[in-house]
């Protein structure tokens, strides 16, 4: 039977290009809040604020009732806010926290019912979970907080089969949101394949991980930085 995979943020970016991946084989939903999808196909789009207590459990529900099964859940919906040190905003340490952290719990806590041998769980992490982002340190912290989380929910359900990874991405390229030229040109001169990754490259890893080619991986967070800062 064809797997269902739920991709969380996934109008744009990095997450149009897992959807756009896993459809060729997968059944796929996913989820998105201001950005209008643009794409085609006969998958579940939910239109959601995933921060809002009730709605990771409402999502896995139109999930089951739309699919009748969850295989592979996707956490790649995130917040980057800037955090300096000399202006403490708790509104914007909070919304990077729910959605980076909290909401991967929520939508685990809320599936798990509905999860058998086999799962995945795949989560897109970032490099600067061990390398702080200047003014973004909320972001960073949040990060490394979801790479503990992944090898801790690993540990837990390695016993019922299920599997849980991340993706750490380096500079990736947005084609909805690129970078300033110099910014870019910055970012390739510390990566030692010297050029920037696409949404592409994600995917690939996404699909990986959540593929039974890596029944025996479980825990990891597979760098994605084209060797950002070797």
Same mark, same amino acid.
């Given at each position: ?30 989820? %998105? ?8 196909? !006969? ?5 959601? !604020? ?40 708790? !509104? ?55 790479? *503990? %989380? ?9 016993? !019922?089969?299920? @599997? ?24 390739? @001169?510390?990566?030692?394949?010297? @050029? ?25 967070? *597979? ?8």
């Amino acid at each position: 039977m064809t797997k269902v995979a739920l991709v969380t943020g996934g109008a744009r970016g990095i997450g149009r290009a897992i959807v756009e991946d896993l459809k060729q084989d997968h059944r796929i939903a996913y989820t %998105w809040h201001s950005t209008e999808p643009q794409m085609d196909g !006969d998958g579940l789009s939910v239109r959601t !604020d995933l921060t809002e207590p009730d709605q990771p459990k409402a999502v896995v529900e139109q999930v089951m009732e739309h699919f009748g099964r969850l295989d592979v859940i996707v956490n790649n919906a995130g917040l980057v806010k800037p955090t300096p040190k000399d202006k403490f905003q708790r !509104d914007d340490h909070r919304a990077v926290l729910d959605l980076n952290l909290l909401v991967p719990a929520a939508l685990l806590a809320a599936a798990l019912p509905h999860l058998d041998r086999g799962a995945a769980i795949v989560s897109i992490s970032s490099v600067n979970a061990v390398l702080p982002p200047r003014d973004a340190v909320t972001y960073g912290a949040s990060k490394a907080a979801l790479n *503990l %989380w992944t090898r801790a929910m690993a540990k837990e359900l390695g016993p !019922d089969g299920i @599997r849980v990874n991340a993706v750490a991405p380096g500079a990736i390229n947005i084609p909805e949101a690129p970078r300033p030229e110099e910014l870019t040109k910055l970012f390739v @001169r510390e990566t030692a394949l010297d @050029r920037a990754g696409t949404p592409e490259d994600i995917a690939g890893a996404v699909r990986f991980l959540s593929s039974d080619a890596a029944s025996f991986i479980t825990g990891e967070v *597979l760098t994605v930085s084209g060797g950002y800062r070797l």
